[in-house]
Structures are given as C-alpha cells and as structure tokens.
C-alpha cells in the first residue's frame, strides 16, 4: 500500500527523516494541505503566503525530478488526510512533529484516522526533551542554551532519498494557482523576488553565501546597513534547509560561530516556550501587566496606522517599517528597535504588533514572533524589563544606520551625516517627511507611568 508524507513547514527533500522513513515504506504520496478551515488554526499571513507558494512549486519541481510529484488538497487537515488514505489505501502517515498549538491538534486528530507516525528533524533538538536536572523544561533561555549545546552536534544531515517510489495512480492535486496564494492588486509583493527564492536549493544557496561571510557575524550582524546577518529566517521556518545542515556547515566553516549558533539556539527555545504556553501570542506571560493602560481609540489607531506604514517620524523606525513591507524581512536590530517604539512610545498593546508581524514578515513563525514579542515589551517568561525604554535616536547612530534609513525611507536620501538620525532636531527635515509621532522624553514618562499602574 502507498503511504502518506504529510508536509507542512518543512518544504524539502534533503535531512528529511519523514520523506525518508516513507521511501523506505511503500510507494509514497507527498502531500501539503492548506488549513485555513480547522477552528483556533492560525491562518498564514500574507507574506507567508507568498513565500509558500513559490516554496511548493520548488518543491514540486524537485519532487518530478525524482518521478514523484506534490499532492495539493485544502481544507481541514485531519479530514483532507482521513480522505486521502481512504481514496489511496493508504494507512499510514509519515510526518515531521511540529509545536504549535493548533498542530499539535491536527496531529492528534490525524492519529485517529490514520497511523500517523511523527519524526524529529526541525530543529537542532526536539522541543521538550532539553530540561534541567529536575526534568523541568527551562523557562530561561541561557541554561536551556547551555544544555541544548551540550547535545550538539546532532547527528550529520541524512541524505536526499536516491528514489521517490510512485504509487500505481496519482490521486488529483488542486492547481497551485487555484489556491490564490500570491497577491494581486496591489501586488505589495512585487519586490519580495529581488530579495529572496524560496525553496531548497534558495535556501542552499542562501547558506553558501552566508558562510563566506561568518567570520564577520559577530562584528557586523547588528549593523543594518550591511548584510552581516545570514537572512535565512524564512527557509528555517519553511523548513527548506534543516537546522542541523546549518550547524553542521557553519561549524565546517571555522572562525568564531558561537553567536551565530547561539542564536539558532533561540529559535529552538521559541519553540520550547509554545510548548509550556501554547498561547503565548495571546498572553501576557506576567501577569500583572494585564492592568498596564494600553491606549485604545481613535488616537491609538491612528499612530498604529502610521507605525504600519513607517510614517512616524523617527527614521529608524520608519526605515525598519517600510523594509518590512517591501521585503517581507526586517533586520534584527531594527525589528527590536521598531517593536519598542510601538509598546513604549505609542503604549499600544504588544499583540498588535506581533499581528502586524504575523501578516507582513516572510518568516512569521509562532512561536519566535511570539517570544520575541514578549521579550522586548518585558510582559514575557524570559524577558527584558519593561521599564528600560529604548531610546531610538540613540540607537540609530550607535549602530550606523545611515544608509539603511537612506535606502528605505527616499524621502531622507538626500539628508547627509549625522543629521539623518534625527533631521528634525538638526533642522533639515524635508517637508514631505513627517514630525516626530511623540517626543522622546514625554513618551518615556507616559511609558513610565502606565508600568506603575501594572505593578
Ligand atoms: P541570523 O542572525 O542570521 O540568525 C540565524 C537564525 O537564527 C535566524 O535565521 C533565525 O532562524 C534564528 N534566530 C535569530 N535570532 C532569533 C531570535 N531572536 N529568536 C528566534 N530565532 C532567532 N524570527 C523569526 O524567525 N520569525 C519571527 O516571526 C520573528 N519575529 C520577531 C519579532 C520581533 C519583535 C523580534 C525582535 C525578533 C523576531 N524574530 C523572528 C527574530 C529575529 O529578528 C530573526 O530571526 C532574524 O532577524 C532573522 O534574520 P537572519 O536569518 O539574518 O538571522
């Protein structure tokens, strides 16, 4: 009988232990299932979908190269699965084990249906089998970094599988181009191509020119202006290069990686973080910042409007923003810097901005959007304190941003020196570009005051 691999964020053919297990199963039936449909799923933003779409196709490609192909169905993933072993004869299922909430769900109602059989392989070790000598998960993320390296390095990367057994007869396949995936008018997307190529072989690639320059990771990756970190975000979400390929490569490669690999450990730590609190978008991992004064009404909207739209008059901010929604991506420093601004500049509530993330970046991911989020607002397990308020005119020349905020805000391109950090102070403020939003002082006393209310 053929089996099932059920793909989901984990888009390739290479240190694939489920693909894997299956060749070695029976003829083999690769199938992705868009769940929009199943409650409390969250559905993909639209950056996401952009990147999914070109990130099957690839994987489709690849797939054909081998004699196999993608199966594409949609709807509620335990019911399209259930339907699809019945119309096949397939029983079983192979699959990589994912965290979040409404995965985790889906799996268990697949192993209802189906022998459903879940393999590691997303990350650099499975989420949940890190814990303390008590047994505990860790909550904090530099024992739990400590001890996940003492596991390193995990097993060398498996093979690509030689041979795709195909099954007698293909089931139907939706049309990738039915499913409406990449946007159309407007196509805000139609600079996401000049930045990345989604699927495997992009991701290869991706890690090929990083290596060349991991020598300098430490020295330049909080540097906006230059590419000094490895972009490679949305292939790890997607799964399209697998964590243990990176550490193994990066390692290859010599020099000082301890901060890079560091911060592949976080990844892994988001994900061990959803485990413990599978709704960690939603709440506060504190408590008592439920009673901090988020500002709500028409005021509030209107500056979360020009957050979204990189308009809020502190060029770091705004530069962060609009690479954000020209790119899908936004730089590290700039995402802390940015998502600061929104919690303690303009007191809007932190999930506003993970929602905006969700929908805009190309490697929203749940569990690290989320921990992320909570880390900067200082409402999260393992997090900074609310009250150290970044200042982002101080940031912004401390780490050279420049150039980054001449290229993505044109309306300052011309603005030389110093002055591009805070042209209004300087005087040189171009008409078409707007004041600042708030000052800083009078933002960090109000920021101030509403932690008092939650204390
Ligand atoms: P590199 O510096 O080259 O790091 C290598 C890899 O390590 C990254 O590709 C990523 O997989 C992982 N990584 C690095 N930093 C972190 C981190 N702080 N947390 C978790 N993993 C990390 N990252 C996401 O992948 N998805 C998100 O939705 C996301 N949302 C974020 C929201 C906010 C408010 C902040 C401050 C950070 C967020 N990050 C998120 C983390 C980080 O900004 C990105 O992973 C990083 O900028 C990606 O660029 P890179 O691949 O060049 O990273």
Not at 294 to 314: C, I, M, N, P, V
């Amino acid at each position: 009988d053929p089996v099932l691999v059920w793909f989901r964020r984990d888009l390739r053919l290479s240190d694939q232990a489920a693909l894997l297990a299956a060749c070695g199963d029976g003829p083999v039936i690769p199938v992705y299932v868009l769940d929009d449909e199943t409650p409390k799923h969250r559905a993909m933003g639209g950056a996401s979908r952009w990147w999914l779409h070109h990130s099957l196709a690839a994987l489709d490609a690849s797939l054909r190269d081998k004699g196999s192909r993608l199966i594409l169905r949609r709807g509620k993933s335990a019911e399209v699965l259930a339907k699809l072993g019945e119309d096949t004869g397939a029983g079983r299922v192979h699959a990589l084990r994912h965290y979040e909430p409404w995965w985790r769900n889906a799996e268990s109602a697949v192993a209802k249906a189906l022998d459903l059989v879940c393999h590691d392989g997303n990350y650099l070790a499975p989420p949940g089998s890190i814990t303390s000598g008590s047994g505990d998960p860790y909550k904090i993320y530099t024992p739990f970094w400590r001890a996940l390296k003492q596991t390193m390095p995990p097993a060398d990367p498996a093979q690509r599988p030689r041979d795709i057994p195909a099954p007698a007869h293909w089931p139907k396949s939706d049309r990738l181009s039915d499913w409406d995936l990449l946007p159309t008018r407007p196509d805000w997307a139609s600079a996401f191509g000049d930045e990345w190529t989604p699927g495997e072989e992009g991701a290869r690639a991706r890690v090929a020119r990083f290596l060349d320059r991991a020598d300098d990771y430490d020295a330049t990756r909080n540097l906006p202006s230059i590419e000094g970190s490895s972009r490679l975000s949305p292939h790890l979400h997607f799964g399209e290069v697998s964590p243990g390929y990176v550490w193994h490569r990066t390692m290859d490669a010599g020099g000082s990686v301890d901060v890079f690999l560091g911060e592949l450990g976080w990844r892994d730590y988001a994900q061990n973080v959803i485990l413990q609190f599978p709704d960690y978008a939603a709440k506060n991992a504190r408590d008592k910042f439920d009673a901090l004064p988020w500002r709500g009404g028409k005021a509030a909207s209107a500056d979360l409007k020009a957050w979204h739209q990189g308009r809020t008059g502190y060029p770091i901010v705004d530069a962060g923003m609009r690479q954000l929604w020209t790119t899908g991506w936004m730089h590290n420093r700039v995402r802390m810097i940015a998502a600061s601004f929104l919690i303690k500049h303009l007191l809007i509530d932190w999930r506003e901005g993970e929602r905006w993330f969700w929908d805009c970046l190309v490697d929203a991911d749940y569990g690290s959007n989320a921990t992320n989020w909570q880390w900067v607002s200082g409402t999260g397990i393992d997090s900074n304190m609310f009250v150290r308020i970044m200042a982002p005119l101080v940031q912004s020349p401390k780490f050279d941003a420049g150039d980054y905020i001449r290229q993505w805000v044109p309306e300052l391109a011309g603005v030389k020196g110093d002055a591009i950090h805070d042209p209004e102070d300087a005087g040189e403020r171009p008409d078409c570009y707007p004041k600042k939003i708030i000052g800083h002082r009078e933002a960090r006393e109000r920021a101030l005051q509403a932690a008092r209310k939650a204390r």
